[in-house]
């Protein structure tokens, strides 16, 4: 158990620590697929066409207001898969699934909420999965 909660404790410091950096690097190119379905395919995770929307829909709900609605980071670190250069901050495959998921639910003293109670379980470990592929287009204004 201590164990555990010292990882914890490690990565939530190496994010709250860099938080606060905001560096709008490059993006870092990823291979993704699309099937003919929608179906996104990256490495060893794959979302659905709906999974895709659904997750889409909660981080721009919940998320892009700290974390950029490009993810690459705005009061909060920025959450692509690959860390863009200069930026100190760990890319989401780098956590994997078990880290996101704590951060998700616990929070960080860095001013990250808790969503543990307010997104279900599977919402959760949706966002697990997007967060660690590549984000989608963001449409231009007007």
């Given at each position: 158990?201590?164990?555990?909660?010292?990882?914890?404790?490690t990565?939530?410091?190496?994010?709250?620590?860099?938080?606060?950096?905001g560096?709008?690097?490059?993006?870092v190119?990823?291979?993704?697929?699309?099937?003919?379905?929608?179906?996104?395919?990256?490495?060893?995770?794959?979302?659905?066409?709906?999974?895709?929307?659904e997750?889409?829909?909660?981080?721009?709900?919940?998320?892009a207001?700290c974390?950029g609605?490009?993810?690459?980071?705005?009061?909060?670190?920025?959450?692509?898969?690959?860390a863009?250069?200069?930026?100190?901050?760990?890319?989401t495959?780098?956590?994997?699934?078990?880290?996101?998921?704590a951060?998700?639910?616990?929070?960080?003293?860095?001013?990250?909420?808790?969503?543990?109670?307010?997104?279900?379980?599977?919402e959760?470990?949706?966002?697990?999965?997007?967060?660690?592929?590549?984000?989608?287009?963001?449409?231009?204004f007007?």
């Open positions: 158990m201590k164990r555990k909660n010292l990882f914890y404790l990565i939530i410091g190496a994010l709250a620590l860099t938080s606060c950096g560096d709008k690097g490059d993006v190119e990823t291979k993704e697929e699309a099937t003919p379905t929608g179906d996104v395919t990256e490495g060893d995770i794959t979302l659905t066409a709906a999974e895709m929307e997750a889409s829909m909660l981080y721009f709900d919940r998320c207001g974390h609605s490009s993810r690459m980071g705005a009061t909060g670190p920025h959450l692509l898969p690959d863009p250069e200069g930026n100190n901050a760990p890319g495959k780098i956590l994997g699934a078990a880290g996101l998921k951060f998700i639910e616990n929070g960080t003293p860095g001013g990250m909420p808790e969503w543990k109670g307010i997104l279900t379980d599977d959760i470990e949706v966002m697990t999965r997007f967060l660690q592929v590549t984000p989608p287009v963001i449409p231009p007007g």
